[in-house]
């Protein structure tokens, strides 16, 4: 979804603008060292699935998660997984238990 992929990338974007901050430095190495420790839930970020952009060891979101949406009329509505699901599933135009 275009609007969904915007949101991804306005928050890395987000998230390398809240690292040089953090670094106060134009030095990558500071940069990628200040990416590695930020926790930010704030901004662009609060789109990502998991609200959040925290990275692990392997450098992934550690807050992130995936989601599945479903069409409901003119608008992509999440369903999966629950804590998350805005509706609940619908396969062959009946409800998933």
């Known amino acids: 979804f275009i609007t969904h992929e915007a949101l991804i990338h306005a928050a890395a974007l987000d ?41 692990d060891a ?8 995936p989601i599945m949406v479903q069409w409901r009329g003119d608008e992509p509505v999440t369903v999966y997984p629950p804590k998350a699901a805005k509706q609940k599933p619908v396969w062959a135009g009946k409800p998933v238990p």
Do not use: M, W
């Not at 060292?33 to 901004?43: E, F, H, N, P």
């Open 58 to 65: 392997n450098g992934l979101n550690a807050s992130a998660f």
């Open 15 to 55: 998230a390398v603008v809240q690292a040089i901050e953090k670094a106060k430095s134009k030095d990558p190495e500071k940069i990628r060292d200040a990416l590695a420790t930020l926790d930010y839930c704030a901004g662009f970020a609060r789109g990502v699935p998991g609200g959040c952009v925290k990275f």
